[in-house]
T-cell receptor
């Protein structure tokens, strides 16, 4: 079974530029998450989709971050304009409907450096 | 104050030693407790999960939850160099799927 795919793996941009990350979840997983992991910290949820609807985006900085999940499969996370504090690893995860195990399947992440 | 606190380490132990990790939390609504392992430049992967209070054992790993103290632990017996990673505790409430993670503890097992 293929895992969660993310691209690009690494991205370096200057502040005020824009960047987009792509995620392809495990086939059949209805729930998709974007997490931000700053160096030395645990992942922080940015947004959660159930199929193509948003379940939770309470911690998404909506003035600069946006995300979409068209057709309930792939997802894109965009940052515009980027700030220095956005330097982090952006992790995409997916899960099936049975959530009680708390098992999220994570991709390897997209590492963003903002200069 | 963060909802979930975890000592960042690093925790360095010799091969074969017992590794002891823990997290404290403040939100009594958390009902499900997990431990994720994250290797360098990889995404986290689920190691163990526990519902409510009690112990759970899986091979060399034992997870403990003490809800009265809002304290969870993970023990790794007979540690191996391949156990060197960052260990993240995570928790969720009964309803919904949102996980709240601790900051992670870096563990280094020396041969």
């Amino acid at each position: 079974e293929a895992g969660v795919a993310q691209s690009p793996r690494y991205k370096i941009i200057e502040k005020r530029q824009s960047v987009a990350f792509w995620c392809n979840p495990i086939s059949g997983h209805a729930t998709l998450y974007w997490y931000q992991q700053i160096l030395g910290q645990g992942p922080k949820l940015l947004i959660q989709f159930q199929n193509n609807g948003v379940v939770d985006d309470s911690q998404l900085p909506k003035d600069r971050f946006s995300a979409e999940r068209l057709k309930g499969v792939d997802s894109t996370l965009k940052i515009q304009p980027a700030k220095l504090e956005d330097s982090a690893v952006y992790l995409c995860a997916s899960s099936s409907r049975d959530q009680n195990t708390g098992e999220l399947f994570f991709g390897e992440g997209s590492r963003l450096t903002v200069l | 104050q963060k909802e979930v606190e975890q000592d960042p380490g690093p925790l360095s132990v010799p091969e074969g030693a017992i590794v002891s990790l823990n997290c404290t939390y403040s939100n009594s609504a958390f009902q499900y407790f997990m431990w994720y392992r994250q290797y360098s430049r990889k995404g986290p992967e689920l190691l163990m999960y526990t519902y409510s209070s009690g112990n759970k054992e899986d091979g060399r790993f034992t997870a403990q939850v003490d809800k009265s103290s809002k304290y969870i632990s993970l023990f790794i017996r007979d540690s191996q160099p391949s156990d060197s990673a960052t260990y993240l505790c995570a928790m969720k409430k009964a309803a919904g799927n949102k996980l709240t993670f601790g900051g992670g503890t870096r563990v280094l097992v020396k041969p």
